[in-house]
């Protein structure tokens, strides 16, 4: 994988969620390019913001939880019909 590092602080890193900015919405931020350039871009935070920004964090992945028990019938149903017969099922 090719891997890019940014400054802008974006959130924590969670599987397939990786927000970039072509257009930033403070002076700080730097346009990070077009999504996919790189394929994968982790995001950090400044030491100094880390505290600050763990409520926030934390409420990302409650949100992140709760979508995916929200979808998580669908995901399995999609499983069953297109990778089952491939990979077997789900433990």
Known sequence: YQLGFTINPRGPIMFNWVPQADQPTTSFDI??????????????YWPSQVVPSLDQVRQIGSDAAAYAEQNKATELEYYDIVCA???????
């Open 85 to 91: 017969p491939t990979y077997g099922l789900i433990p």
């Open 31 to 44: 346009a990070e390019g077009p999504v996919s350039d790189p394929p994968m871009t982790l995001p950090r």
